[in-house]
């Protein structure tokens, strides 16, 4: 189904305009931080769906990866037909009949004449037609994640394609550190990993057949937790990506780090991914801060033992802990000053899990590149997104950088994920004289709270003297759900509004003490993180815990006593009902 939607320049007053090349009218500004010379400009205030990746086609037509799905469509088409830099006409197609899972749909690649884009499971392509926005023929599928999903974990499916003719996808792994049970404190990884087989890495196709299934490619690298920012470097023709590292250091390990470091670490690894990489997860984590790999605590780490990590390849560059790199592109273009030329452009949508520390990242940076390696440290190149600083909890971020794309004349196009917005960056400055002053502002933004690196004491924001509920809550609680409860879109849902909080005491503290995954509906949005059980905790604490989330963040619920978590605790050993809860929203 093709949906089509006008949108008019009618809003010039919003701010200060400019014009772009070959323009017929002013563009909105967009309001970004970046270095002198470069500008912004609006081109599209918001898309229903909320957007994922982007590309650009040669016609100078923007494709973009919808989060969501509707009835009109997957993918969003838009065009800018006079000239401002603003789309004026929207189209919307693409998806599948059957039921699909597209929360974190993310691919949207243009290869070998055809747009690329997936689901959490499927990959997806459609040929394009010279001089249309929507792309004829059928929708094909070009790769099935068949495996049991169960639940959502480090599944989006970016792509990458080399120049011979291969598609890279990356299966990510089902685990945060390959525990069994998950994310329980104290509990050892498995070892080997039997998630190596077929997670963990990234796999190689033909990017020109159909139906495939993982058994139809090839391991091309392992030891890769989760990768969203996939890219094929056409300088040095190399892969590369940039992994999330993994979480809960504190809550799982709380007598081996400080919450200060667990905000901080591990690192998302920046990787040059050759055949046969293994960059050693879940053994070992990247820490940027010491500059080497060492052994992860399900593995007899302490944050100081190297051990078996020294077999694994390090990243090029390691960034801080919980930054979500979630898109990486290579700049070609020429309309940027020679600087950016061949460098990498990384969108960090942002952390979600620092507390008690501010979240972080939340910017698009800039990491300059010589001789097919890194010649510099990230620079801040566009900031500005979340709109507020500190920030506290996700929720408060007015937009989160997600994808990143160029277009033919060498502009950017950057989008967001919380409200679908698109912006696209131009140079208008001199190419010829852009140095050192022209980035001094920009360096000026690594001192904000949401870049700079916290410090132990003044940052914290939890007051000492906690105890009870409060100090349960924000010691295992608030890294996914807020320090005010509010969640985090499609991964931790919000603690006010919903029934499975207020409403029945015996299922809510069988979550705590069984753990639940699946995706689970509040208000009009689907959540998919996983609840990890929390049955380490004493009866006393969980019905704390409970009775405080119950009656704080609007809540007004009874309370929670230790005899009923007592009670229903023995019912659950005795009948063996331990496994988590399985919840589904069709």
């Not at 780490?301 to 898109?327: K, L, S, T, V």
């Not at 009670?567 to 659950?572: D, F, G, H, T, V």
Request: charged letters at 25%; a negative charge.
């Amino acid at each position: 189904m093709v949906f089509k939607h006008k949108i008019r320049s009618i809003i010039l007053s919003l701010g200060v305009v400019f014009c772009l090349t070959q323009c017929t009218e002013p563009g909105r500004d967009g309001g970004l931080f970046l270095p002198d010379g470069f500008a912004s400009v609006v081109v599209v205030d918001s898309i229903p769906e909320r957007v994922r990746h982007m590309d650009v086609t040669e016609d100078d037509i923007l494709y973009a990866k919808l989060r969501n799905s509707k009835e009109d469509g997957v993918v969003a088409a838009l065009q800018d037909t006079d000239g401002n830099g603003e789309a004026d006409i929207i189209e919307k197609f693409g998806g599948s009949n059957g039921p699909q899972r597209w929360s974190y749909a993310t691919a949207m690649r243009i290869y070998n004449g055809y747009i690329y884009y997936s689901s959490e499971l499927v990959v997806y392509r459609q040929k394009l037609k010279p001089g249309s926005l929507v792309p004829e023929g059928e929708v094909e599928v070009v790769l099935t994640d068949d495996h049991e999903h169960g639940k959502h974990e480090h599944i989006a499916k970016p792509v990458a394609f080399d120049n011979e003719g291969n598609m890279y996808v990356p299966f990510g792994a089902p685990s945060n550190a390959c525990q069994d049970p998950k994310r329980t404190p104290g509990v050892p990884g498995m070892d080997p990993c039997p998630q190596l087989e077929d997670h963990g890495g990234i796999w190689k196709f033909d990017a020109n057949k159909l139906e495939q299934t993982q058994k139809d490619g090839v391991k091309y690298a392992t030891g890769i937790r989760s990768v969203v920012a996939l890219t094929w470097n056409p300088t040095d023709g190399e892969l590369y990506g940039v992994m999330h590292g993994r979480d809960d250091l504190l809550r799982l390990w709380p007598d081996k780090y400080t919450p200060w470091e667990s905000a901080l670490l591990p690192s998302e690894e920046f990787m040059k991914i050759t055949e046969g990489s293994d960059f050693g997860w879940p053994y070992c984590y990247y820490d940027q801060i010491k500059g080497k790999k060492v052994l992860a605590p399900e593995y007899g780490g302490d944050g100081e033992i190297i051990g078996r990590c020294d077999q694994y390849e390090d990243p090029i560059m390691g960034f801080p802990g919980h930054w979500a790199p979630n898109d990486v592109v290579f700049y070609q273009g020429d309309q940027f000053p020679d600087r950016y030329k061949n460098g990498a452009f990384i969108a960090f949508h942002g952390s979600t899990n620092r507390s008690p520390y501010p979240q972080s990242g939340y910017f698009v940076g800039f990491v300059p590149f010589k001789n097919g390696k890194p010649s510099g440290d990230v620079e801040v190149f566009a900031d500005g997104f979340a709109g507020v600083d500190p920030l506290v909890s996700v929720r408060d971020a007015v937009y989160r950088p997600m994808g990143i794309a160029f277009g033919p004349d060498g502009s950017m196009y950057i989008s967001d994920s919380v409200k679908g917005k698109i912006w696209k960056i131009i140079f208008n400055g001199d190419r010829n004289n852009f140095g050192e002053e022209q980035l001094l502002a920009m360096e000026d933004r690594k001192k904000l709270s949401h870049i700079r690196t916290p410090d132990k004491i003044k940052d914290n924001l939890i007051s000492g003297g906690l105890v009870g509920g409060p100090k349960a809550y924000q010691t295992y609680c608030s890294a996914c759900h807020q320090r005010n409860g509010k969640g985090a879109p499609g991964r931790f849902p919000p603690l006010t509004g919903t029934d499975w909080v207020t409403g029945d005491k015996e299922r809510l503290i069988s979550v705590v003490l069984r753990g639940m995954e699946g995706s689970l509906k509040v208000g009009d949005e689907v959540y998919n993180g996983m609840m990890p059980q929390h049955s380490f905790l004493s009866d006393q604490e969980i019905a704390e815990v409970l009775t405080y989330i119950r009656s704080n963040f609007g809540n007004d619920a009874s309370s929670v006593s230790k005899n009923e978590v007592t009670k229903l605790r023995e019912q659950l050993q005795e009948s063996g009902e331990n496994g988590p809860i399985q919840v589904q929203t069709d």
